[in-house]
């Protein structure tokens, strides 16, 4: 299957902590989408943007060979599922 655009609310498990630094480290650890758990296997990349005046953190991780790409704003404390992926071109 190649990238396939979802954009779904999902309910997330995530554990949060302070960095050495002092900022907050989000980490997704379960996911929950059309009434199925996804439990994370490998953290991909994170990292931050914006919508607007919004602080957005967006996470890449895989579940059982399929690498999802999900969304967390940070204002409104909402997870969406931005897209999937098996690796397979076709």
């Known amino acids: 299957m190649p990238i396939e655009d ?3 609310p999902v309910s997330v498990i995530a554990s949060f902590r302070r960095s050495p630094r002092g ?15 996804y439990r994370i296997d490998k953290m991909g990349l994170r990292f931050p943007t914006t ?35 098996d690796g397979n071109p076709t």
């Open 6 to 8: 979802i954009f779904e």
């Open 23 to 37: 900022s907050v480290i989000v980490r997704p650890e379960i996911m929950n989408w059309r009434n199925r758990h």
């Open 51 to 85: 919508k607007g005046a919004r602080m957005i953190h967006r996470f890449t991780f895989v579940v059982n060979d399929t690498t999802f790409e999900l969304e967390f704003d940070a204002e409104i404390l909402t997870w969406e599922l931005l897209r999937m992926s």
